[in-house]
C-alpha cells in the first residue's frame, strides 16, 4: 500500500518567514508533486519532479521553491511566506512506468500565514 | 481558462439510489480521466480511471462513463451509501517530461448521501 506521509498536519507561520513543508513516499516513485487546495478552486500543481535533482514548474510556482535531493523526499520551500499563501498543501507521488499508474495524495499540510 | 469543469458544486442522493457526477473538458489531449475523492482532513484517495481509448470502466459500484466526441465523462456510484459523502474531484491526465504527468483538476463536487 502507498504510504504518502507530510510532516505536518497543520503549520502556522508568520509573513516574511521561510517555510518548509515536507514530504516522504516509500514506493520508491519516480514522480512527486505538490499542490495546494483552496475553496472554489480545486487543486492547483505548484511544481513536479520525475527524478532525483529535477524539478519542473506547475501552474502556480511563484514564491515557492522545492528540493528533491533523494528519492523520497520532496520539499516544498516558502522563499518569503505570505498571507496569500494561507492554504491546505498536498504532496502526491506517482510511479513512472510505462503501465498508467494514478497519483497517489498524502493528507495534506494546513498551513496558516499570519 | 478551466480545462476541466465539474458545473455542479453539490449532490445530494438518498440512499440506495444512483448518484451522478459529471465532468467536461476541453482539451483532446487528455489521454487519461480519473476521479478522486475526499474527505475533509484527508488527502484525495483515488477512485477510479479510465483510458481515453475506452468508453466505459466499471470497478464494484463505481462507473465511469467517458463520451470523447462531446467531451464529458461521468462517474455513477450504484447503489449510494451514506459512506461516499466526500467532495469528489475529476481530473484529467497529460503527459509531460520525464514520463511524468500533470493532472488538471475540476473544483469539485460535494456529494451527500442521506440515509
Known amino acids: 500500500d502507498v504510504k504518502v506521509t507530510q510532516s505536518s498536519r497543520y503549520l502556522v507561520k508568520r509573513t516574511g518567514e521561510k517555510v518548509f513543508l515536507e514530504c516522504v513516499q516509500d514506493?520508491?516513485?519516480?514522480?512527486m508533486f505538490w499542490y495546494r487546495q483552496d475553496p472554489g478552486l480545486g487543486l492547483r500543481l505548484i511544481y513536479f519532479s520525475y527524478d532525483v535533482k529535477m524539478k519542473e514548474k506547475g501552474d502556480i510556482p511563484e514564491g515557492y521553491s522545492v528540493s528533491r535531493e533523494k528519492k523520497e523526499r520532496f520539499s516544498l520551500i516558502l522563499e518569503s511566506a505570505s498571507t496569500n499563501q494561507t492554504s491546505m498543501y498536498l504532496c502526491?507521488?506517482?510511479?513512472?512506468?510505462?503501465?498508467?499508474?494514478?497519483?497517489?495524495f498524502g493528507d495534506g499540510t494546513r498551513l496558516s500565514i499570519l | 481558462d478551466q480545462q476541466v469543469k465539474q458545473n455542479s458544486p453539490s449532490l445530494s442522493v438518498q440512499e440506495g439510489r444512483i448518484s451522478i457526477l459529471n465532468c467536461d473538458y476541453t482539451?483532446?489531449?487528455?489521454?487519461?480521466f480519473l476521479w478522486y475523492k475526499k474527505y475533509p482532513a484527508e488527502g484525495p484517495t483515488f477512485l477510479i480511471s479510465?483510458?481515453?481509448?475506452?468508453d466505459k470502466n466499471e470497478d464494484g459500484r463505481f462507473t465511469v462513463f467517458l463520451n470523447k466526441s462531446a467531451k464529458h465523462l461521468s462517474l455513477h456510484i450504484v447503489p449510494s451509501q451514506p459512506g461516499d459523502s466526500a467532495v469528489y474531484f475529476c481530473a484529467a491526465s497529460a503527459r509531460l517530461k520525464g514520463g511524468s504527468e500533470k493532472l488538471v483538476f475540476g473544483k469539485g463536487t460535494k456529494l451527500t448521501v442521506n440515509p
Open positions: 482539451n483532446s489531449m487528455f489521454d487519461y
Open positions: 502526491a507521488s506517482s510511479s513512472g512506468d510505462r503501465v498508467y499508474q494514478p497519483q497517489h
Open positions: 479510465i483510458s481515453s481509448i475506452k
Open positions: 514506493m520508491d516513485h519516480e514522480n
